[in-house]
């Protein structure tokens, strides 16, 4: 691949990290389209073992999120309703208020759907919190798994 196109998948893999951690983009998708599009071309050995790769590390990444994200969240009590709730209202709040209103009505609809459940504002702050914190570990793991398939194209990048 020439030097262009070499600092255009540079590029594409600094938008999908920033996506990872902002969420607003499909970061770790982005990474991986742009690692695969660069093993692709470079071919041979070193491209598709890139490849295989960075298929992997994504894929597990985003297995592993959802699992620790939904054990974070039982062991926390917070029922799935909740989750949905908070994550229509977080769709909801991306239109009406841009940029912002994603997190904002995640964490709105979280807290108004266990306040409705328990009528205790503490207990519903707390399953706020949880909630959180999940989504929190969600974007650690995605980014890592990211982070694993930029390593192996860095690798090969320097291997090609």
């Not at 940029?99 to 205790?120: H, K, M, N, Q, S």
């Not at 980014?143 to 090969?156: D, S």
């Amino acid at each position: 691949m020439p030097g262009w196109g070499d600092a255009l998948v540079a590029v594409a893999i600094l938008v999908g990290l920033f996506g990872v951690v902002v969420q607003v983009l499909p970061g770790a998708m982005l990474v991986l389209g742009a690692v695969v599009v660069w093993g692709v071309v470079t071919g041979g050995p070193v491209g598709w073992t890139v490849v295989a790769v960075a298929v992997v590390a994504t894929g597990v990444g985003q297995v592993v999120k959802y699992l620790l994200a939904g054990r974070h969240l039982r062991r926390g009590g917070v029922p799935g309703r909740s989750v949905v709730a908070g994550g229509v209202l977080g769709v909801v709040g991306f239109f009406v208020v841009p940029v912002v209103g994603l997190p904002l009505g995640f964490v709105g609809g979280i807290y108004l759907a266990e306040w409705a459940r328990a009528r205790d504002p503490r207990l519903a702050w707390r399953s706020t919190l949880v909630a959180l914190q999940a989504t929190g570990l969600t974007i650690l793991v995605e980014l890592a798994g990211a982070l694993v398939c930029t390593a192996a194209w860095v690798a090969g990048l320097v291997a090609a």
